[in-house]
């Protein structure tokens, strides 16, 4: 595959799925054979939040999109949310690196659900931010209205206090392994991504959540199924991950 990352303490369960037994995370690693569905170039980084968190909306809720390097190579970071399909309440959440480039993309994710009580973390931070600020508009598309809301309890800042919660998981293990993950020196050769193709800004829909693939996530959506992740891990002492320049 084109991005090899640190596997210890994950049970491998195919090919191409690793789960953590301890937190029932999941981990995928992705490769699609075809232009990328990104509705923007890495570098538009406004267009592309924009863009997904409207195409997340159907399905959740996009929390974050970042334009990053990965071992050199330019990529996406994306985290989202949405409901966990087989349970009454609780949710999910996957955080992806997608490494596009024009004719295929790389994809690595991993899908934390919920455990525990539901809404737990919510109604510990309710008291701290008062209730009226609970649901501020989106910061990427303020006018959006999605499935799931956004939630101020949803912000890093609140990850200390939640160390066990899906979303710090979720959001640890793809920091650490977009600053540790490796890729492929023969894929990292290919021609860039450079922008999104006529037919393809409207597939995004991938990225997106329950979808399963995702433009800008291109793969790193599937959410629909729990997944496993590794523990959470401290930052290594390696290269940190680098925003791309905006043009």
């Known amino acids: 595959m084109p991005i090899s990352f640190e596997t210890g303490g994950l049970q491998q369960l195919d090919q191409n799925t690793w789960g953590d037994p301890k937190t029932r995370d999941i981990i995928t690693l992705t490769y699609i054979d075809a232009v990328p569905d990104l509705p923007a170039p890495l570098e538009d980084e406004d267009t592309l939040r924009r863009r997904l968190t409207e195409l997340q909306a159907e399905f959740g809720c996009l929390l974050e999109a970042h334009s990053i390097t990965v071992n050199g190579q330019p990529a996406l970071l ?107 020196p023969r894929y990292a050769a290919l021609p860039a991504f450079t922008g999104p193709s006529a037919a393809g ?35 290594p002492a390696s290269p940190e991950t680098m925003p791309i320049p905006k043009s």
């Open 78 to 184: 994306r985290l989202e949310k949405f409901p966990l399909p087989d349970r009454e309440s609780g949710l999910g959440f996957t955080a992806g690196i997608v490494v596009p480039k024009a004719t295929c993309s790389a994809i690595l994710k991993i899908m934390c659900p919920e455990n525990g009580r539901p809404g737990a973390r919510e109604a510990a931070v309710v008291p701290k931010v008062g209730f009226p600020n609970m649901f501020p508009p989106h910061p990427y598309a303020p006018e959006v209205r999605g499935k799931l809301p956004y939630n101020a309890a949803d912000d890093m800042r609140w990850d200390s206090m939640f160390p066990g919660h899906a979303l710090t998981r979720a959001r640890a293990w793809i920091v650490h392994a977009s600053r540790t993950a490796k890729i492929d």
């Open 201 to 235: 800004a409207s597939g995004a829909a991938e990225a997106s959540g329950s979808s399963g693939s995702s433009a800008a996530t291109t793969a790193a959506a599937s959410e629909s199924a729990p997944t496993e992740a590794m523990p959470i891990a401290s930052a």
